[in-house]
């Protein structure tokens, strides 16, 4: 895809100005409607069959009550963190979004240019417009690769390459979507979307057939798969989409050095369960031996609190910095990096939090049991 599907850019919002200020990541989404197409709009926006994960990615951080502390010594304060070895300022990254140049002509491009300016991890997308080694020639920041795993071990062993060219500190692949949902959004608007680079095409099942003999599933990835991956390379490999607690043991088992707690969104399997709800499981399971992270609703620093408070070590944001992308490309992008880092120290310092190991369970009232 080119940048021509951005549609003629109405005048930049005045970010932090007021009035009307954007005033938190929330405030970009209808900034970026107005400026993407319809279809780019319901693909970006979209998930799965009736939305109703989407919306509990969100509903289930609200649903959860914060606790705060009082007097605690701050004096000394920081949200720093070290990933694989890697130190990082604070614990927020930007998720693998494929396509960015649906929501602006400089897509990617502008994205990482944002995380570098706002030291901030970014995992690059298999699907993304601009490849991972291209784009890591352009600003330095810490970036993960993610890919899809397939029977095609060729491809696999390209991407690989390429992430190792890139000088990617991990790589990420994606299990939760052997094949794509139900996209019934953006099935109503008739209006598709051409294929983009390295794009996985939504199966077609013609009437009489079953999806099971349609050639994505049967090259769908497997545990075997997994364990192949992990021979090729050295890189520390995350799982991304995993939200059984036993499927994240058998991950352990495959020698994978990270899960990622995540439903993608809500853009695959319609009523799954809401991340923060998945996470207390996944944790209990893990048991410390690799770092969790989460994914999925994250729109405020208090989410990050929570996700933090309930065992994840490091966050990802999708959905608002592409808002924020379409709206105001790379300055918007670290804009909404800078709110959500902002809002996680207040809301720790208000909880009487100094550093991240502070953060605890207790502070959060109401999650799911593991
Ligand atoms: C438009 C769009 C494209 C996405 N593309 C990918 C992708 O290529 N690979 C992947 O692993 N996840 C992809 N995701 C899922 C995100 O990485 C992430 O899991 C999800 O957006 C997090 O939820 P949030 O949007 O509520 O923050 C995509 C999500 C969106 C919205």
């Not at 900034?31 to 799965?48: D, K, N, Q, S, V």
């Not at 109503?188 to 099942?205: D, S, T």
Request: aromatic share 4%; proline share 7%; with cysteine.
């Amino acid at each position: 895809m080119t940048g021509s599907d951005a549609t003629e850019a109405a005048p930049l919002p005045p970010l932090a100005r007021i009035p009307p200020a954007i005033a938190c990541v929330a405030d970009y989404a209808a900034y970026a409607r107005e400026r993407m197409t319809p279809a780019a709009w319901a693909y970006l926006e979209g998930g799965a069959a009736d939305e109703l994960t989407v919306a509990d990615n969100r509903a289930a951080f609200d649903r959860l009550k914060l606790r705060n502390r009082v007097l605690a010594d701050l004096s000394s304060g920081h949200s720093r963190l070290d990933l694989f070895g890697v130190a990082h300022e604070y614990p927020i990254l930007l998720a693998p979004v494929a396509r960015q140049a649906l929501a602006h002509p400089d897509g990617e491009r502008a994205s990482l240019l944002a995380a570098a300016a706002m030291r901030a991890g970014m995992v690059v997308s298999a699907e993304a417009d601009v490849a991972v080694d291209a784009l890591a020639r352009e600003a330095d920041t810490p970036l993960w690769s993610q890919l899809y795993l397939s029977t095609d071990r060729d491809r696999a062993l390209a991407q690989l390459g390429r992430a190792e060219a890139a000088g990617c500190r991990a790589l990420v692949v994606t299990v939760d979507a052997p094949v794509n949902g139900p996209r019934n959004r953006e099935q109503r608007l008739g209006q598709p979307l051409p294929a983009g680079p390295g794009a996985r095409p939504a199966p077609q099942v013609a009437p009489g057939e079953s999806l099971f003999s349609n050639p994505l599933i049967t090259a769908a990835p497997t545990w075997q798969d997994i364990a192949w991956l992990r021979t090729q390379t050295g890189m520390p490999l995350l799982l991304k989409g995993v939200t059984d607690p036993a499927d994240a043991t058998r991950a352990l088992a495959h020698g994978v050095d990270g899960l990622i707690v995540s439903n993608h969104g809500g853009r695959v399997l319609d009523t799954q369960l809401a991340t923060i709800d998945a996470l207390p499981a996944i944790v209990a399971a893990v048991d410390g031996r690799v770092p969790v992270l989460l994914d999925g609703g994250i729109r405020r620093g208090t989410d990050v609190f929570k996700a933090l408070a309930l065992g994840a070590r490091a966050v990802l944001v999708g959905r608002p910095y592409v808002h924020a992308l379409a709206a105001a490309g790379a300055p918007g992008v670290a804009h909404v990096l800078h709110l959500l880092r902002v809002e996680l120290e207040m809301t720790m310092a208000v909880c009487g939090c100094a550093t991240l190991a502070d953060i605890e369970a207790s502070h959060v009232v109401g999650a799911a049991h593991a």
